[in-house]
């Protein structure tokens, strides 16, 4: 089975700062990532996803992916106090009928 | 835009009792999912649906029993809730060939 891991946190960061989150992977077969964002009492939301190496811009946020090292990450620019949520990373199954694995989420806390 | 909604926000019921929670998506996709998430344990897939009368278990579907008579409904049953089944659920589907999961805003339940 895949696994996804996810530092638990909180991540703290200040208002305007550059929040890095990351995320590893167990599967060298992975071929997407994807991250979405749970606020509180919410269910979660598409941010981005990724296919290839290297980076991908949207907006604030750019998502890294390294294959060789096996690892995602996600940037969020000019963090803001509304930014503060729970962001989970997640793979796709091995096919194409099963669900998303998700890693257990990193929580971001931005400082006003 | 995709759509999912999910028959209630927050739900109270008794040990015993049968509960039918309803999920429905409005874009026409072959894939639907149950998931339950707790404190510290992140999303699991309890059952998943790929077609019309079509299911297959997830990762705990222990207790747990699933319908889809129409595309765009898949309905999650407790066939007789225990407190150990407080949760919240969430339902998501997906378009068949796309990896890309959509979240209903999820049911907060509460077995008393």
């Known amino acids: 089975q895949k696994e996804v891991e996810q530092n638990s946190g909180p991540l703290s960061v200040p208002e305007g700062a550059i929040a890095s989150l990351n995320c590893t992977y167990s599967?060298?077969?992975?071929?997407?990532f994807f991250w979405y964002r749970q606020y509180s009492g919410k269910s979660p939301e598409l941010i981005m996803f990724?296919?290839?190496?290297g980076d991908k811009e949207d907006g604030r946020f750019t998502a890294q992916l390294n294959k060789a090292s096996q690892y995602v990450s996600l940037l969020i620019r000019d963090s803001q106090p509304s930014d503060s949520a729970t962001y989970l990373c997640?793979?796709?199954?091995?096919?194409?009928?099963?669900?998303?694995?998700f890693g257990s989420g990193t929580r971001l806390q931005v400082q006003p | 835009d995709v759509k999912v909604t999910q028959s209630s926000r927050y739900l109270v019921k008794r040990t015993g009792e049968k509960v039918f929670l309803e999920c429905v998506q409005d874009?026409?996709?072959?894939?639907m999912f149950w998931y339950r998430q707790d404190p510290g344990l992140g999303l699991r897939l309890i059952y998943f649906?790929?077609?019309?009368?079509?299911?297959e278990k997830g990762d705990i579907p222990e207790g747990y029993s699933v319908s889809r008579e129409k595309k765009e409904r898949f309905s999650l049953i407790l066939e007789s809730a225990s407190t150990n089944q407080t949760s919240m659920y969430l339902c998501?589907?997906?378009?068949?060939?796309?990896?890309?999961?959509?979240f209903g805003p999820g049911t907060r339940l509460t077995v008393l």
């Open positions: 998501a589907s997906r378009q068949g060939g796309s990896d890309t999961q959509y």
């Open positions: 599967d060298r077969g992975s071929q997407s």
């Open positions: 874009m026409d996709h072959e894939n």
């Open positions: 990724i296919y290839s190496n």
């Open positions: 649906s790929y077609d019309v009368k079509m299911k």
């Open positions: 997640a793979v796709p199954p091995d096919t194409g009928r099963r669900a998303l694995t």
